[in-house]
């Protein structure tokens, strides 16, 4: 069955436009997606890296007391907003993020947590644990000083072209290409298929992460023309608008109150609405007789269900204006909120986020397939040796970077427990052993001058270090897997993930691709080192300018 087409010209042009668009992104892409999958589980892996936090949360826990301990240790500017984060199963500590008082009167960030029983505050501006927070901040290329947030939307835009693009040329022989996926034969006919099939199968969900991640990453841009054109250049009007509580104006030399409770306040929320969780809180002039405070609620479940409720602490009363109740929420504030949870897969529990991570790691192996393509389709005669070289230099290059993020990736895991958790400047040494490691696996990469070499060495390398990742959790803090999979299954998940990760790549590398040694061996340059044909490469008769078919 074939549905209708393109033009010919229509086909010509968009065919070269997808090609030019995925092959510039390709490696950027991938670091995008296979550090987006992991980050999915950030909050799992909090309590793998920090065993002090591998407690129950406290029941009982007094959130006012441990307000006061941070006010004690830091002089908070009440005036100013301070974010809280109430305990959860992932992380059981109270944490506090506001501004302090400084000696010369200018204010300063601060962030800080409170054990539970104790109520010991911690300086948390130096974190102790680092994988989920690196992981997150390269998904967005926040490594890269002041650009690297809107590189990222910038590759996500040119990913959503790319999609499209791919969409309409393979819209003809879509229906029979979906089914055209085979795991036999040879190599070549598997790339193929597999960058096209894969790409159907991912679409939609690549759509929707190409315009979250665009929005998120270019959401400056996106708000530069209301801020000049409606608002004369006040963003603060802007995030008024958003965040409505912020609106309200407070008396600066408002008298301190007594009667004030963050513990009955969050236990009246809950009450008033069963089945959500109050999980952060904006409070200003805290202690103060017109304290603000606004309530963030989530069910965990739906997609557009949770709310913020904003309310004087004096007399715990909702302040219908500034809050976003579950079912009473406004336009925009549901299409942030959606966005949001679609790009960060913040719905429908633990499943979800499985399928997305699933459905990335798809896109990664419709990526080095594309990769794979790109420098097969140009490695004929039509090409001049030269030029055929330096197709083969920047697919080699390319491939280095995205298969050595595997094994780069264990070894932050590694690392994380090598390094004393105590030991100062320990998230700055781990991240240094992470991307020294990457960087060097990648200059290794590039000296095998066969794919096949690269994508076997890099299984193998990563499958050992995958194994690795258990073992060391286990030596370093003595609760092996098979001891807290009740207790913390979080924990176990992630040692128990490793250890099948790594039992697959080496399965894959050892048997699965049982590539002869001549083939290893090919000399760059040589056609049929991949060679793969022009008409396994293009589902239907690519037509030049001049209206010429390929051969």
């Known amino acids: 069955m074939k549905l209708k087409g393109l033009g010919n010209r229509a086909y010509n042009v968009l065919f070269h436009t997808h090609t030019v668009a995925g092959i510039v992104i390709s490696f950027a892409l991938f670091v995008i997606f296979y550090a987006g999958a992991f980050t999915l589980f950030r909050d799992d892996f909090y309590q793998w890296e920090n065993p002090a936090a591998r407690i129950p949360v406290a029941e009982d826990f ?11 240790v830091y002089d908070l500017d009440r005036h100013s ?11 059981p500590f109270f944490q506090v993020y506001g501004a302090v008082h400084d000696t010369d009167s200018t204010t300063e960030r601060m962030a800080a947590y409170v054990e539970p029983g104790s109520y010991s505050v911690q300086d948390i501006t130096k974190p102790l644990t680092t994988v989920g927070i690196t ?3 390269l998904h967005y290329f926040r490594q890269i000083p002041v650009i690297g947030l809107y590189l990222s939307g910038f590759v996500a835009l040119f990913f959503l072209f790319a999609s499209i693009t791919g969409l309409l040329i393979h819209w003809r022989n879509l229906l029979t290409k979906f089914y055209a ?5 040879k190599w070549k006919q598997i790339w193929t298929n597999a960058h096209t099939v894969l790409g159907v199968i991912g679409l939609p969900f690549q759509i929707v992460y190409a315009v979250t991640g665009a929005f998120f990453g270019l959401l400056s841009f996106v708000l530069l023309p209301s801020v ?19 609106a309200i104006e407070l008396e600066h030399d408002a008298k301190p109150a007594d009667n004030i409770s963050m513990v009955t306040l969050k236990k009246k929320i809950e009450e008033t609405y069963p089945g959500y969780r109050v999980t952060r809180a904006a409070v200003r002039n805290y202690g103060l007789e017109d304290a603000l405070i606004t309530w963030t609620i989530k069910d965990g479940k739906g997609i557009a269900t949770d709310g913020r409720i904003t309310m004087y602490m004096s007399d715990g009363i909702p302040i219908e204006e500034a809050s976003l109740f579950p079912a009473e929420k406004k336009y925009y504030s549901s299409v942030i909120e959606i966005i949001g949870k679609l790009h960060f897969a913040d719905f429908g529990g633990f499943l979800i986020r499985v399928v ?3 459905l990335s790691m798809i896109t990664c192996f419709m990526i080095i397939s594309g990769i794979l393509l790109w420098q097969a389709a140009r490695d004929n005669n039509r090409y001049t040796e030269k030029q055929r070289k330096f197709h083969h230099k920047v697919t080699k290059v390319y491939l280095a970077i995205c298969l050595s993020m595997f094994p780069a990736f264990a070894i932050i895991f590694i690392a994380n427990k090598m390094v004393p958790i105590g030991m100062e400047g320990r998230a700055f040494l781990v991240n240094t052993i992470f991307f020294s490691s990457w960087l060097l696996l990648f200059v290794i990469g590039c000296f095998w001058n066969s794919y096949a070499r690269q994508n076997k060495n890099y299984l193998i390398i990563g499958g050992v270090l995958s194994l690795l990742v258990p073992l060391v959790n286990g030596i370093a803090t003595g609760d092996w897997f098979w001891l807290v999979l009740t207790t913390f299954p979080n924990v176990a998940g992630v040692d128990i993930s490793w250890l099948l990760t790594g039992l697959i790549a080496l399965v894959v590398a050892l048997w699965v691709l049982k590539i002869p040694e001549q083939v290893l061996a090919k000399k760059v340059g040589n056609t049929k080192q991949i060679r793969v044909e022009e008409t396994e490469l293009i589902p239907e008769p690519a037509v030049l300018t001049d209206g010429r078919k390929t051969p």
């Open 228 to 246: 000049l054109i409606l608002y004369g250049g006040d963003s603060s009007k802007v995030f008024n608008i958003l965040r409505p509580e912020n």
């Open 62 to 72: 007094d959130y006012d007391k441990a307000f006061e301990a941070v006010d004690k």
């Open 81 to 91: 907003i301070t974010n809280i984060a109430f305990p959860d199963h992932h992380d």
């Open 135 to 137: 992981l997150f901040r």
């Open 356 to 358: 997305y991570f699933v």
């Open 181 to 185: 996926f085979i795991v036999q034969g």
